[in-house]
């Protein structure tokens, strides 16, 4: 079955028993894992890991794996990130399963519309495929809306707005400063509490963002001492990794279609004077000199590097300070010697 943004909500907070595979695909990788979550939350189950390669190698143990018994009692949900073309024989065999004991959720990121896998979910009626896509306008505030209320936060339409301005439109990241505030504020479910602009600037979400954005920064323009220096201040036991790579994601989407157009001849000031949205005095500087450093095949090897760093973080024993210091220094490195 395919959802539909006007139903997706009801399917992961209401699942349905016929269900047995959530694929979860499209660009917004953090929208996809935020539904996943409330699915597993609904459910009253806990994950459990499985990698798209175990399932190449032996197609038949997602099902068996579904099928399964937990040994500690209470429900599990099979969760696979990043789930491949490599899955799509197993994921036969689930769906044709006599029954299953646990639910299997996918992660996608991006599918075209000829994929297999993504063909099996919308025609089976045992599993439900959403693609999720970056709120923007409306949609974005009404997203911050809705995970605020699950913290026990009344979040209007301004606060929304800056939220989700501040944030880039990124639920995980969304999620994390609504937690926060609703830490501040005392709110719960149980208890609600009304969010306004006096309770953002005594959390200060924007600075913890814009911290995430100036590491992002200083490895694009090569800036390794004070890279290093920053990354050491990052505490060793945090939850910073992943928002910074996703700062560094979106510092590298913006970038790539103006160097793009720097290719083909256009002058850097114009392009910048013409970004999708306006750029201050300050950064119209930094993307300056990132645009002189990084060419549009090196831009989306970055892309690439990140996307995949993001992915390795949530299933890597190191240390998430030890994983992404690396990359951005190794960033940097590249950087500096661009010149």
């Known amino acids: 079955m395919k959802a539909t943004k006007s139903n ?3 399917a992961v907070d209401q699942p349905a028993e016929a269900v047995r595979f959530y694929l979860f695909h499209g660009p917004d990788e953090g929208q996809s894992r935020a539904l996943a979550t409330r699915l597993l939350e609904a459910l009253g189950a806990t994950k459990f ?26 429900k599990r949900a099979i969760w696979i990130e990043p789930a491949s073309k490599d899955v799509e024989e197993g994921v036969i065999g689930l769906l044709d399963a006599a029954a299953v004991e646990s639910v299997v959720v996918a992660i996608a990121g991006q599918l075209p519309k000829t994929s297999p896998l993504l ?34 936060l009344k979040v209007g339409p301004p606060v929304a707005a800056r939220l989700a301005d501040n944030t880039g439109n ?13 830490l501040y504020l005392g709110a ?49 036991a945090g939850s910073e990794a992943i928002p910074v790579v ?19 001849g256009e002058r850097p000031d114009a392009v910048m004077t013409s970004a999708g949205r306006p750029l201050f ?26 996307g995949k760093l993001e992915r390795s973080l949530m299933f890597t024993p190191a240390p998430d300070r030890e994983a992404l210091g690396e990359e951005l220094l190794a960033i940097a490195r590249k950087a500096r010697a661009s010149g």
């Open 246 to 264: 996703r700062s560094l994601q979106r510092r590298l989407l913006m970038l790539a279609p103006l160097r793009a157009r720097v290719e083909r």
């Open 49 to 74: 890991a499985m990698s798209s390669g175990e399932i190449k190698t032996d197609p038949a143990s997602l099902a068996d794996e579904a099928s399964a018994m937990s040994l500690f009692g209470g």
């Open 170 to 182: 990124d639920q995980a990241i969304v999620a994390q400063e609504l937690q926060k505030l609703a």
């Open 119 to 152: 063909k099996l979910a919308e025609a089976s009626p045992r599993a439900l495929a959403f693609a999720s896509w970056a709120p923007e306008g409306q949609d974005a505030e009404r997203m911050v809306s809705d995970l605020g209320r699950r913290f026990g």
């Open 281 to 306: 005095s300050k950064e119209q500087s930094k993307v300056r000199r990132m645009l002189a450093k990084w060419s549009a095949g090196d831009l989306a090897t970055a892309a690439d590097r990140a």
């Open 8 to 10: 997706i909500g009801r």
């Open 188 to 236: 719960s479910p149980e208890s609600p509490r009304d969010l306004d602009h006096e309770a953002i600037d005594a959390v200060g979400a924007e600075s913890a963002e814009g911290d995430f954005l100036r590491l992002a920064d200083l490895a694009l323009t090569g800036e390794i001492d004070e890279l290093a220096d920053e990354l050491a201040r990052l505490p060793s």
